[in-house]
């Protein structure tokens, strides 16, 4: 049998490791298909070419997946749309997953091959790794499909990943360390027993150390849906309360009407012209001018006109035409998170203009097919300032969380975001796809 099948046949774990890796960020893939019937093949032929050199060179499998195993991370993290932080956690898991089974695979090497004095594993062991290997896959995809991409599709998120980075990274050490240099070592008294038990304990404790994680992470998403939910509802409470005052102040003013036109009859009989003008100057500061509802849907109305009264208080001219159904075409929720975060974007760029100087605009409609079309547009005076085509956040040093969040939410609705900056005007046009699954689901 020819010497290169053995490192090419220890090599082919990067399969069953890609697949993971994939079956994770499916949604998120750029041209999915290509790229998955593309890959495979290739991992297949890069491991067979490894193979090869390792037979010529005399050299370990591991000399051949480090450079490989870099180099999958980069080609990874680009054809994701996936912040980096979150291809890296999955590449890493990945990792740690298929390293917690190479002891596993050096026990059955020494079992199978006492006398195996090569660089790597003896047919049998390289195998029964390969296929150990595929099953864990197989068994984690449901989880992987299910679950995790609904935590990796939730942008509140976004700054715990770094946090998990270690948790792999330990696991992959500890198991490099525990590799013997010498086959026969693992013969010395009851040394190979313990190494195949600990490195079974170790596969279990990743396990359940992701397990709990995955549980955390869910918690964490649980809260930040709830805040944003109650978020939503305080704007409700205030704008009913709004509504109940106006409502008060029109019935008052009804109920004043009639005096008030019967003393305005009696000042134009005398043609008392100064004091008619001057009393109907008194009169109509007493006219409500609160708007009573700005949409059909009551929570989009509710953001809307909380907006609107902070706008109000400011002296910031706002101009709104929400012409939406009370029966949304998309989730509520997504489109409130939409609209209050380019809301308050608008607001703070408008609280740094000068006095009537800024304006923020909100317009919104349902298209052919149910599309809901919104459009928010501010004047500003100060560019926002943009690092590597991301907005940077005016409240603190790095990325801006309101635009990321507004873009995730329309791609994963099945619509987008564009951004435009047009004659000191900060335009932002988002379009949600009516009745689209989330894609992260």
Known sequence: MPQFIYPFAEMLIAVPAALFCFLAVLPWLKNKHILITVSFPLIILLCLIGGIICTQFKLRTNAILLP?????????IWCCRLKPSKSVSI????????????????????IFAPSNDSQWLCLPAAILHN??????????????MHHVRTILGDDSLSGVWYIFWALPSIFMLLNLFMIPKNQENLYVGRLLSVYAVVSIVLLFLLIFSYSLLFLLLRSIKS???????????????????????????????????????????????????????????QISG??????????????????????????RHNNIPFSCILALPRHLTVPETDLCVI??????????????????????????????GGLIVLM???????????????????????PGIGLQSVKYIAERCGGYCKIQI????????????????PKAD
């Open 223 to 281: 809260s930040s849906k709830l805040q944003r939910k109650n978020q939503i509802l305080q704007m409700e409470t205030s704008h009913y309360e709004t509504l109940r005052d106006t409502i008060e102040e029109t019935r008052r003013a009804r109920h004043d009407m009639r005096h008030h036109f019967t003393v305005l009859s009696s000042m134009a009989e005398r043609k008392a012209w100064p004091e008619l003008e001057k009393y109907l100057k």
């Open 422 to 437: 047009l004659d000191n005007i900060f335009r932002v046009s988002v379009i949600l796809r009516a009745d689209a699954s």
């Open 376 to 398: 928010v547009e501010n004047k500003f005076s100060t560019a926002p300032v943009i690092k590597d085509g991301i907005f940077a956040s005016s409240k603190r040093s790095g």
């Open 131 to 144: 296929v150990f290997c595929w099953l864990l896959v197989l068994i984690t995809a449901w989880p992987l």
């Open 91 to 110: 590449f890493l898991a990945a990792c740690a997953l298929i390293s917690c089974t190479t002891g596993i695979a050096n026990v059955l090497d020494a």
């Open 339 to 368: 609209l209050a975060n380019l809301l308050e974007n608008a607001l703070e760029a408008s609280l740094k203009e000068s006095v009537d100087t800024g304006w923020i605009s909100v317009r919104a409609n349902v298209q052919g």
């Open 68 to 76: 490989l195993t870099c180099a999958f991370l980069l080609a990874f």
């Open 286 to 311: 007493s006219i409500p001018d609160s708007e009573l509802t700005l949409c059909e849907n009551p929570a989009v109305d509710g953001v809307a006109s909380h907006y609107a009264s902070r706008c």
